[in-house]
């Protein structure tokens, strides 16, 4: 008899998978920036929708490179973000401990429905707490608008952490200081051409059975009750079932991040990528917008967050990616 060979199905790298504990995706480490002027590391938008474009190929070693060609592409709304606080890290041995927090002396009111807002702050006393000598990471937390957005039926404010790179600590620390409390275009983070990770919460699909969360191979057409029964929970020792066995549960709703996405293009005016009859489920963008070689995770009016590539692009742009056209063709039939 021939030895069957019947690898596991599914990855179990992303296991436990069950739901994320929170809509806003978070990035666990951040690429290091050499040299050059301090600027943000991170931004977030929200997911509009995707069409086509039509762009000359930009990879040196594509069968296709230089000629024009058609592209999935993803928008992204991206209305300015704000900063309210600076908060400052000192390395020990246990990983980053905060040495000093600042916060902006005027909050928004939109903020209260994150965090209770304190009435009386002195933040120039906060100022002159810090040691810079004490600081090895500079990091702003900043939060989202969507009440500037019109598809996203929210006005709580999304409060997450960038980090700022570039630049000694003390340089750093100034250009944060300079953004507190003020808003920050997309601008200040990337720009035309560059490579960026995105993390998104994928779409929430419930429960599951264990063929459709795990890929599994339904049982023989000769089977005695169902092809869609499982067909072993494993050995009889242990006497209990292992992680590794495919069952059904929670199928979606993970976190994901996708690594080296381009950005085609950065734009303010909403009617170049709009189409006709505005986006599926989301509507028009008011905005500014970033568009997205390929996909991303999530659903429309998913948060979205950007950071610099951690394992960078090999091919690095000089000038912006030449588009030539972007479809704005109906995607409802108007």
């Not at 928008?75 to 890290?89: F, H, Q, S, T």
Request: glycine share 10%.
């Amino acid at each position: 008899m021939p030895k069957e060979h019947r690898p596991r199905h599914g990855s179990m790298g992303f296991s436990p998978r069950k739901r994320s504990e929170s809509p806003i995706p978070h990035f666990s480490s951040w690429p290091d920036v050499d040299g050059g002027t301090p600027r943000l590391q991170g931004f977030a938008g929200y997911k509009a929708g995707m069409t086509h474009a039509i762009v000359v190929d930009y990879r040196p070693t594509s069968t296709t490179s230089g000629q024009e060609v058609q592209v999935p592409v993803t928008i992204v709304e991206v209305p300015p973000m704000r900063v309210a606080a600076v908060r400052l890290y000192r390395r020990v041995p246990e990983g980053l401990k905060t040495a000093a927090e600042v916060w902006a002396p005027q909050l928004e009111k939109e903020l209260r429905r994150v965090f209770p807002i304190p009435k009386d702050y002195d933040a120039e006393e906060a100022w002159t707490k810090v040691d810079s000598a004490q600081v090895d990471e500079v990091r702003v937390i900043t939060y989202t608008q969507p009440s500037l957005v019109t598809g996203v039926p929210k006005k709580k404010p999304d409060l997450m952490e960038n980090r700022v790179g570039g630049g000694s600590i003390a340089d750093r620390i100034k250009y944060a200081r300079g953004l507190l409390g003020k808003e920050i275009p997309v601008t200040e983070f990337c720009r035309e051409g560059s490579m960026v990770d995105v993390a998104a919460i994928t779409k929430g699909k419930g429960w599951q059975g264990h063929h459709t969360r795990w890929g599994t191979r339904l049982l023989s057409h000769k089977n005695s009750k169902h092809r869609r029964n499982i067909g072993t929970l494993g050995n009889f020792q242990p006497g209990y079932v292992r992680p590794t066995v495919p069952q059904g549960g929670q199928f979606g709703y993970h976190q994901r991040t996708e690594y080296n996405k381009r950005i085609l293009k950065i734009g303010d005016k909403a009617d170049e990528v709009t189409p006709d009859g505005g986006f599926l489920h989301y509507g028009n963008l008011r905005n500014p917008y970033v568009l997205l070689h390929g996909s991303i995770p999530g659903p429309t009016k998913r948060l979205i967050r950007f950071r610099d590539a951690a394992r960078g692009g090999y091919v690095k742009l000089e000038k912006s990616p030449d588009l030539t056209y972007i479809s704005r063709e109906s995607k409802q039939g108007v």
